[in-house]
């Protein structure tokens, strides 16, 4: 059974940090590019930041670019995104997605995303 669990959100305070986490299993997941996407309550899910099947490529939405960094650790199956300088609109529920694909290429709609984690909730207090 293939599987994503997110974990590492919370409460912050705005200008914060926290790392959030995406375990795989059931997958072969070097084979797989991984993208982190996020919902605030009353909007469409968005894209955030993806990362190739290797971590040789990366990918940001401009509202975190520079401030976000996504990497992976293949051994551990693991997908990380790193948040610094959180904003309040930072606020939402975070999900992590897997596509199979080996290729540089980054995709940032989500429904090119066939597996997704239940998501994990991150909240920037002001």
């Known amino acids: 059974q293939v599987q994503l669990v997110e974990s590492g959100g919370g409460l912050v305070q705005a200008g914060g940090s926290l790392r959030l986490a995406c375990a795989a299993s059931?997958?072969?997941?070097?084979?797989?590019?991984m993208g982190w996407f996020r919902q605030a309550p009353g909007k469409e899910r968005e894209f955030v930041a993806a990362i190739n099947w290797s971590g040789s490529s990366t990918y940001y939405a401009d509202s975190v670019k520079g401030r976000f960094t996504i990497s992976r650790d293949n051994a551990k199956n693991t997908v990380y995104l790193q948040m610094a300088s959180l904003k309040p609109e930072d606020t939402g529920v975070y999900y992590c997605?897997?596509?199979?694909?080996?290729?540089?290429?980054?995709?940032?709609?989500?429904?090119?995303?066939?597996?997704w984690g239940q998501g994990t909730q991150l909240t920037v207090s002001s």
């Open positions: 059931g997958l072969t997941f070097g084979n797989y590019a």
């Open positions: 997605a897997a596509r199979n694909a080996i290729s540089r290429q980054i995709e940032v709609a989500s429904y090119k995303y066939t597996t």
